[in-house]
């Protein structure tokens, strides 16, 4: 652990916060209470950063420790910053990526803590996951009263970790009542969505009325049958009582931060929560708002789902980007791969938002390729700054933090757009981000994806936003398609409901919902030394 944290004492006092809104954990961490969102003494001032990338690869592309040192580098300049961000899951600390708190001198505290168990939300979020599912097979153990058709069950089980030996099981309730040998299976906590509702909920109210909608199958009939309908809400609603609460930590220079929820943007929409942006709203001047993986995903699904659904609009966008990730997506060529770049600043641009690209130094970074990537942006007419947060810190930051606040003031309220208009059919929605966004000639529906948009359009549902399940490592559904390509078409392979978080799951290719660990994983370099202190978490 960094041994020289602040106290959250004094995370407190930096943002002027009132001693009733602070709910200590530990020395170094805090959840703030939902009370302070009408406080009319703190209203809303600042201004919100979103902070993508271009296509990264499999190492990323120090998307976080670039949204971390910017939010250094604006209090280095004077500035009073926060950062919303999300929590980690377990599945990439002990997989492939590894951890998600920054790296270098550009953390969130205590990172070790952030990573793991952290304030036990990823804990409350998967125990009302399973207590809803085990719900559902007690239910048709003691008669099944609501006639639920145990073959029509849609809501699988929850683990915070990668198990692919999880993605399909069968479950005996016993005996032979209905859902006797059941076919279920598990999906990562980052992608239930409970975790996407806990994202989107902006109060215990909304939360209440948000977990009640949530279909989690169909009766013999055929009508869906909600949590609600169970009598689930209230058990769900106390395990998640602590957890709706934003948790207040410091980066690794003593900045504010808020870490808060976990959706994966490639599975679901990828940022952290609204409750923990509209505190960062009222606290600071700036906030800085990752959204996950590149442009085309957790971008996207901001501007489309979660910018509608709380009014929250963003002033710029940083987009991240690296010399190897534009090298790997021109198969090697650097130049090649500006086409990358060059498509990822024009979705930016597509929603009307002001973008800035950071290019994040990596030490084998030559300066001749770094003035390369400069000049293209330049070519561009991008906003652009070299971004060295990890090495140096705040102040490896503070140029691109200067082009932030330059931008936005000559530009403080931007005519923002969304891919589509609210009104139009599922089917148009998901064309629209194909195009529009992700540069695909057109959309071709598997006949069970085509049928189930039908049916939840006749349930009323047709009106929801469209959050589109896609590979990151490409523009299309390809992962081994670089580049830009155009002219290809988008393969939807099925449709899930998520009428809780408010928005249809459009899984493309052969996205899993539950990753499986690699042959090598990281989990073989992570152990705890001699004095406790957890060793191999990066």
């Known amino acids: 652990m960094n041994k020289d944290l602040l106290p959250i004492e004094a995370i407190v006092e930096k943002l002027n916060l009132p001693e009733r809104y602070v709910e200590r954990l530990g020395a170094y961490g805090a959840k703030l209470k939902l009370e302070l969102l009408t406080d009319a003494s703190l209203p809303v001032r600042g201004k919100l950063v979103l902070v993508t990338a271009t296509t990264p690869t499999v190492s990323g592309e120090g998307k976080t420790v670039t949204s971390i040192g910017l939010v250094q580098g604006l209090e280095k300049i004077g500035k009073k910053a926060i950062i919303t961000s999300r929590e980690p899951s377990l599945g990439p600390v002990f997989g492939m990526k590894g951890g998600a708190a920054g790296g270098g001198r550009s953390q969130v505290e205590p990172a070790e803590k952030i990573n793991l168990h952290f304030h036990g939300d990823f804990h409350a979020i998967t125990s009302a996951h399973n207590l809803l599912a085990a719900l559902i097979d007690s239910h048709l153990f003691h008669g099944n009263d609501l006639n639920l058709d145990p073959d029509a069950i849609t809501w699988p089980r929850a683990l915070d970790m990668n198990d692919r030996a999880l993605r399909h099981i069968i479950v005996n309730a016993g005996g032979k009542r209905d859902g006797a040998d059941r076919h279920t299976g598990f999906l990562i906590t980052a992608a239930s969505e409970i975790m996407a509702i806990m994202t989107l909920a902006d109060s215990r109210e909304n939360l209440r009325s948000r977990l009640g909608r949530i279909v989690i199958g169909t009766n013999r009939s055929g009508e869906p049958i909600t949590a609600q309908d169970l009598k689930a809400t209230g058990p769900m609603m106390a395990l998640l009582s602590e957890a709706i609460l934003p948790n207040l930590v410091q980066t690794t220079e003593g900045t504010p931060a808020l870490v808060h929820c976990g959706p994966f943007a490639n599975i679901a929409h990828g940022t952290s929560s609204v409750l923990s942006q509209q505190m960062g709203l009222r606290l600071a001047d700036y906030v800085v708002n990752e959204t996950g993986f590149a442009s085309d995903l957790g971008f996207e699904k901001y501007m489309d789902i979660v910018m509608p659904s709380s009014g929250i609009k963003p002033a710029a ?160 559904d390809d992962p081994k398609q670089m580049g830009a390509p155009t002219g290809w078409t988008l393969h939807i392979t099925d449709v899930v409901l998520s009428a809780g978080a408010g928005f249809l799951v459009v899984i493309s290719g052969s996205m899993m919902l539950m990753p499986g660990l690699p042959k090598t994983s990281r989990a073989m370099s992570i152990d705890v030394d001699a004095d406790g202190e957890i060793t191999g978490i990066s």
Do not use: M
């Open 317 to 476: 966008a940083v987009l991240v980007t690296t010399v190897q990730s534009v090298r790997n997506q021109g198969a090697g060529d650097l130049e090649a791969g500006f086409l990358n770049l060059k498509k990822h600043i024009a979705i930016v641009r597509g929603f009307n938002l002001p973008a800035i690209v950071a290019i994040n130094r990596f030490p084998s970074d030559t300066e001749e390729e770094l003035q390369f990537l400069e000049r293209y942006c330049e070519a561009q007419g991008a906003a652009f700054a070299l971004s060295e947060a990890f090495a140096k810190g705040g102040a490896g930051a503070t140029a691109l933090a200067e082009k932030v606040v330059s931008v936005i003031a000559a530009n403080p309220a931007p005519a923002l757009k969304t891919s589509y208009e609210s009104c139009a059919s599922p089917l148009e929605k998901i064309t629209a981000v194909a195009q529009k966004v992700y540069g695909a000639a057109g959309v071709e529906l598997a006949p069970a994806a085509e049928e189930k948009l039908a049916r939840f359009t006749e349930w009323g549902y047709g009106d929801l936003p469209v959050c589109i399940a896609k590979t990151q490592y490409s523009l299309t």
